[in-house]
């Protein structure tokens, strides 16, 4: 997906939020905010919105020396979803199709904000769980259970901690031997990484990879070879989260975009409204 | 008041709203868009944040060619403003304290955005009124009114279309053979020019003179030498809006600021809840 016009200020708070995440230093503020200006000025609209964060957190990182500032975030926000995992396994065994609902629940988890709590109360998880398993979906899960019937290799592109926990409810209803998790190479945002990958118990039920990037979503060109040649030689993609949609809805592979439209512009772009749960086949 | 760096994704949220409003022209927007994000990747933060607005708008008018396009909204606001001062009026008279009523109604006027209709229903009118009423103030009408008895020459800063028919409340309970309204020398968003002046009623009422210049606020660097011969004369400047006080908070004049807090950034420099209605003395 290219870049919109409407994202370019969402870029500009999305730098002074990130950067004020990572130092109180109001000098450092300034510099990665001029440095995200200059370089929007510049910017070439035809490449996806996660290029540009690239150079946001690359700036950060630079200016800061701070590699990995959403590490405690990220311990956080895993250990608050493995909190909710049991509860929430219990749901997808009692559905009357435990792809469908695994899948939703997946979805949930990319908008769940645990903010600054390490523990959300009983009845707010069931309001949670209820609103994920009865929200319209745009797409059906049919198609994905006809393509994982079908395919020998399966890539599972994760996309944030905390959300990789709901993530392994749907990978636990995939074929295990088949399946590929991959997270990124290195620290961007609260991505999920490696680290994140076992915290979340991955590890021990499928291959996990990493992509070699520090970049939101899958920017191919700035990935692995090895990455690369796992994504062009799996059957099929299942790509979690708006920054994958963003880098990937133009790739020739067979995808599977599970994501919730948290902003006009995707929305738009999908063709559904803001705060949709999605699970779209790229080649519809 | 200086700019803050909350500021900036501001100005690119604006500058794409203020070109979207004047043309479709896509191209025209990207333009606009880079052009801003160029000037405030270099913008000296110790300037005032309308000194951005008056660079987006002259790359706007450049750009387009178009010299005046909120003229048909600042119309609309003026007929529809003006439907509403009977009855505004009629509660001013009846207020226990008429020029505190009349500076609470003209605050609120600077609050209402009349969207794309022509008129409001009568129930919307009072729950509006009866709001700008009960409204919590900060700071009061008393140092404004023994203000005002002691000057020999009150200058009264309007701000928007529409607005200004509130301001004139307001300026009925002054002793308008000692006032003096200045609007804007050209146009500028929706800021109230002569022509506004005229429509609200005040040029039978008070003298009326325009500052010379086309930006926001009161930028005293290029509004005329008469106005600001005038300005430097007055003995009591009211002045209305955000854009006033961003621009006049370091002047050393005598000054009453009459607002909403519209915004995180002002509510912050003058120490009060967003939203909040403002009646401050300067050299408070």
Known sequence: MRTFLDCIPCFVRQALDATRFVTDDVRVHE??????????SEMDLSLTPPEMGLRIHRA???LTGVVDPYCEVKERFNRAALALYPELKTR????????????????????????????????EVEALIDG???APLEGSVAP??????????ILFLADNAGEI??????IEELPLERVVVAVKGSPIINDA??????????????????????APGTLLGVCSDAFRRRFEEADVVIAKGQANYETLSEAEQDIFFL????????ARDLGCPVGSFVLRRHRE
């Open 92 to 123: 997808v065994r009692a559905a009357h199709d435990p792809l469908e609902a695994a899948a939703r629940l997946a979805i949930a988890g990319n908008i769940i904000d645990f903010g600054v709590r390490s523990s959300i109360e009983t009845a």
């Open 259 to 266: 994501l919730q439209a948290k902003c006009a512009v995707i």
């Open 165 to 170: 926990v709901f993530d392994r409810l749907l």
């Open 60 to 62: 950060i990182r630079q």
């Open 31 to 40: 510099r990665v905010l001029r440095e995200v200006l200059r370089a929007a």
């Open 132 to 134: 994920a398993l009865d």
């Open 193 to 214: 990484t490696r680290a994140d990958a076992e915290a979340a118990g991955l590890t021990d039920l499928v291959e996990v990879i990493d992509n070699g990037s520090d």
């Open 144 to 153: 994905l259970r006809a393509a994982l019937g079908e395919a020998d290799r």
